[in-house]
T-cell receptor
Framework: KAGVTQTPRYLIKTRGQQVTLSCSPI?????VSWYQQTPGQGLQFLFE???????NKGNFPGRFSGRQFSNSRSEMNVSTLELGDSALYLC???????????????FGPGTRLTVL | QQQVKQSPQSLIVQKGGISIINCAYE??????FPWYQQFPGKGPALLIA?????SEKKEGRFTISFNKSAKQFSLHIMDSQPGDSATYFC???????????FGTGTQLKVEL
């Protein structure tokens, strides 16, 4: 079974631009979560989507948004990029079946975003 | 209250030794405590996880010890190997979804 895939793997943007990152979860997984990883702040939760609805949200400004499609694939968007948005953006998926195992989250390799 | 405090920041262990990483939390609403291993250029990978109603869980060379009253948990890596050299993160999940709060990470180096 293929793992979580994220595209693109690397991205360079300039301040003020916007960016869209994509995540394809493991087949059959219904929950997708996004995290930002930086050397200074570590791993921080952005948001989680389940059945096309945002189920949890972290403490990030409204410039960070996401969505999930009916096939569970997810995208996150960052508008008006700032230098501090440079980070590794990680996507994680889990099965989350009704009454089933919800715990294990499997992470993708991440998208490395550099803002110049 | 949402923080998970992790120590040490870095750790050097000799091959065959025991690596111990500690985490502490405040939020009693956390209901699931995983440990992740991350190699450079890769996403975190789940190592082992525990629920608060269990005091210890062992999988191969990896053991989690959990002290609910002290709100602390730790990862023990027995017979540490150079291939274990990586960054380790503890985490805690808030109920009602899959939101994980991560510790700050421990960079482990296992020397020959």
């Amino acid at each position: 079974k293929a793992g979580v895939t994220q595209t693109p793997r690397y991205l360079i943007k300039t301040r003020g631009q916007q960016v869209t990152l994509s995540c394809s979860p493991i087949s059959g997984h219904r929950s997708v979560s996004w995290y930002q990883q930086t050397p200074g702040q570590g791993l921080q939760f952005l948001f989680e989507y389940f059945s096309e609805t945002q189920r949890n949200k972290g403490n990030f400004p409204g410039r960070f948004s996401g969505r999930q499609f009916s096939n569970s694939r997810s995208e996150m968007n960052v508008s008006t990029l700032e230098l501090g948005d440079s980070a590794l953006y990680l996507c994680a998926s889990s099965i989350d079946k009704e009454g089933g195992l919800r715990d294990t989250q499997y992470f993708g390799p991440g998208t490395r975003l550099t803002v110049l | 209250q949402q923080q998970v405090k992790q120590s040490p920041q870095s750790l050097i262990v000799q091959k065959g030794g025991i690596s111990i990483i500690n985490c502490a939390y405040e939020n009693t609403a956390f209901d699931y405590f995983p440990w992740y291993q991350q190699f450079p250029g890769k996403g975190p990978a789940l190592l082992i996880a525990i629920r608060p109603d269990v005091s210890e869980k062992k999988e191969g060379r990896f053991t989690i010890s959990f002290n609910k009253s002290a709100k602390q948990f730790s990862l023990h890596i027995m017979d540490s190997q150079p291939g274990d050299s990586a960054t380790y993160f503890c985490a805690a999940r808030t109920g009602g979804g899959n939101k994980l709060t991560f510790g700050t990470g421990t960079q482990l180096k296992v020397e020959l």
